[in-house]
């Protein structure tokens, strides 16, 4: 499986706006699981903080994000989505 980024990113500024007003969803591509303190995607794993927890899982479960589900995420989380949406893994809503 390949994934492609945008052509044209936003900076990680405007993605927070953006993701924030728009909400996220995973790319079709992706695939999104947890199980105790980690979060894996697309063969990649990260430990996740309790106050992380509830937002990743419920990407993982409904593979997308209100924008309101976003609004008390952490800094971590929001660098780790932005790498997602410039790696192609994660995308905004339309």
Not at 41 to 65: C, P, Q, Y
């Amino acid at each position: 499986v390949f994934f492609k980024g945008p052509p044209k990113p936003l900076t990680p500024e405007r993605f927070a706006l953006a993701a924030a007003k728009k909400g996220v969803a995973l790319s079709r591509k992706s695939l999104m699981l947890y199980r105790g303190k980690n979060v894996f995607i697309n063969g990649e794993s990260f430990a996740i903080g309790r106050a992380d927890k509830v937002t990743l899982e419920a990407l993982a479960n409904e593979r997308a994000l209100a924008g309101a589900a976003l609004a008390g995420a952490s800094e971590d989380v929001m660098d780790a989505l932005y790498t997602w949406y410039q790696d192609g893994w994660l995308e905004l809503n339309k």
